[in-house]
């Protein structure tokens, strides 16, 4: 079992309008202004980068677990590599089955999401484009909701690992 993730695609109800794209956003982050849609970007690229930190340091915890060099450039990896490559760690280190279990849940919920990031950037190059706040709105929400069930396994199942805040010029 892999936990309860909720794993329902990202879409946009067939008869959904400007009136309706309004009206959620404001029951979610209250009412519009001239940058709703700058207010939900800057969402998504925030909890983008955030489940990339939680990653790169769950991998550099793992990594020193297995007493293991750093032979890739983590800051550079796109998430699904990131994704993939702490699956791979997981899978090497001895751990108590539930625990691996839920971690791996975690990554599929990851990599899960990742897909949906990818779709709807993919929807924004389409031809006529439509620029919906709805899926953005709940997209930057299942970034957060990885980011947080990954840091939250990684400090309850794991009792010394630590958060690093990666600097751009060195990450350990």
Avoid at 78 to 99: G, T
């Amino acid at each position: 079992m892999l936990n309860d993730y909720e794993f329902r695609s990202i879409w946009i109800p067939k008869d959904w309008d400007e009136v309706s794209d309004l009206a959620y956003y404001t029951k979610i982050h209250g009412g519009p202004d001239e940058n709703t849609h700058e207010h939900i970007l800057n969402n998504v690229e925030r909890c983008t980068d955030e489940l990339g930190e939680v990653l790169n340091n769950a991998i550099a915890y793992l990594r020193r677990k297995l007493n293991c060099p750093r032979l890739v450039p983590l800051m550079a990896m796109p998430l699904a590599e990131k994704i993939q490559f702490l699956a791979d760690i997981v899978e090497q280190i001895p751990m108590r089955r539930d625990v691996r279990t839920r971690i791996v849940g975690d990554l599929v919920y990851c990599l899960w999401v990742e897909g949906q990031r990818e779709k709807l950037s993919g929807w924004l190059t389409a031809p006529n484009a439509v620029f919906w706040l709805k899926p953005f709105s709940e997209l930057a929400d299942c970034l957060c909701t990885a980011r947080m069930l990954l840091e939250e396994t990684m400090k309850c199942e794991h009792k010394d690992y630590i958060v690093i805040k990666p600097s751009c010029q060195h990450y350990n």
